[in-house]
């Protein structure tokens, strides 16, 4: 966890704040890592559904699963801009 929120405030720092929503496939590489964010969230929110069925589910492991598909966002916006410089 310490990691994703290094990795995190590394590339927060490096972006612009967004303006408008990211739309997924700009190329192959943005649409894989906002298909992986996708994932990312729906599985956080089937572990909130199995913890409110009373299932025990880790704090460690929804605010896991919250600052990935926060990393894995903020590489999709990397990734595009990346390309769009490239371009």
């Not at 995190?8 to 490096?14: K, L, W």
């Not at 408008?20 to 969230?41: M, T, V």
Request: charged share 30%.
């Amino acid at each position: 966890l310490a990691r994703l929120d290094a990795l995190v405030t590394e590339f927060e720092a490096q972006m612009p704040p967004a303006k408008d929503w990211d739309i997924p496939g700009e190329n192959l590489s943005h649409a894989h890592l906002h298909f992986a964010r996708a994932l990312c969230r729906h599985a956080e929110r089937e572990c909130v559904a199995l913890r409110a069925t009373g299932a025990h589910v880790p704090d460690l492991m929804l605010h896991y699963l919250n600052r990935l598909s926060d990393a894995l966002w903020l590489l999709a916006r990397t990734e595009a801009r990346l390309r769009r410089e490239d371009s």
